[in-house]
């Protein structure tokens, strides 16, 4: 296998040295982006996931209402994750081949952002990228980091749903209520004990094509990004 990236070009995934700039200028990009794109999908999908049901629960009205400033803060946050991604990886760097990998793209999301999302999304993005450029031969190229990203967003997004109807209801729970009072396993077992498994899984199969479409969009363009500034600070003088 080849292992060069003298010249990265479009090649994604290479890490031969921190950039840590770019990781969060191209961080802030991509979350701007997949906000601007999938905020009212996230809409409908929460809607679709809520007690009084879909219609009562505003249906498609205002599904673009909060975009802008959804946008505006995501910025910072993307950009605060990847940097701490890429930081993490680098401190505990191991080869690619160690089964210590997974372990460690584990830990990095999560110090990046402390949720299951991201601990079942990076580690299974990461191994894809792994096993594809192993297949061909070479670093996978953006739009196949792209799509390993949405493969990854789109399973994670499918075990978590349970979790995400969890806290959509008690998001939407009546004060005083015993859903309000912010215990996950209480509210899942409420779901569970009314609707069963199909209100466990309520709005899954929108939430995976709005995470797979979102993790093609925000992990591509991430890199993306990040590739493009890689190689301009090397052209630099």
Known sequence: ???????????????DRPGFTASLVAGGVAGVAVD????????????LQSQQGFNKAGGF???????PSAAIGSFPNAAAFFITYEYVKWLWHTDSSSYLMPVKHMLAASAGEVIPFSLVQFPLWESLKALWSWRQDHVVDC?????CGAFAGGFA????????????????AKAGSSTASGNVLSALHGVWRTQGLSGLFAGVFPRMAAISL???IFLGAYEQTRSLLLELGRERP
Do not use: E, H
């Not at 296998?1 to 479009?10: A, E, F, H, Q």
């Not at 739009?143 to 799509?147: D, M, Y």
């Open 214 to 216: 979102g993790g093609f």
């Open 1 to 15: 296998m080849r292992t060069s990236t003298d010249s990265l070009g479009g090649v994604c995934g290479a890490m």
């Open 157 to 172: 997004a499918a075990v978590t749903t349970p979790l995400d109807v969890a806290k959509t209801r008690i998001m939407l």
């Open 143 to 147: 739009w196949q980091s792209a799509v």
């Open 61 to 67: 009205r205002g599904i673009y209402a909060g975009v």
């Open 36 to 47: 601007l794109i999938l905020f009212p999908l996230d809409t409908i999908k929460t809607r």
